[in-house]
């Protein structure tokens, strides 16, 4: 069985240098473009950290391939019209 690890808001500053305010980040998660949530109580969310690596890689491999990273703008773009239509 793998270890899974939560990460806190705080953490994802701290432990891995993402800058989003909660706002933002609930923006992206509501967008599909940043991993979901998961509520541990009514007052305390965090992220599984194999999720937040993962979202990181895939950012790092959009940098690493020019045609994924000018794509991404509209992909992104598009999600978020047909979630909000």
Do not use: C
């Not at 305010?21 to 969310?45: C, D, N, Y």
């Amino acid at each position: 069985m793998s270890q899974k690890r939560f990460v806190s808001q705080k953490e994802l500053k701290t432990l891995f240098g993402i800058p989003y305010t909660r706002v933002h980040i609930l923006r992206m998660e509501a967008a599909g473009q940043f991993p979901k949530r998961i509520w541990l109580s009514p007052q305390r969310m965090a992220w599984l950290q194999s999720e937040i690596e993962s979202w990181i890689d895939e950012r790092i491999a959009m940098r690493d391939d020019p045609l994924q990273h000018q794509a991404a703008p509209k992909e992104i773009a598009k999600k978020f019209k047909t979630q909000n239509a």
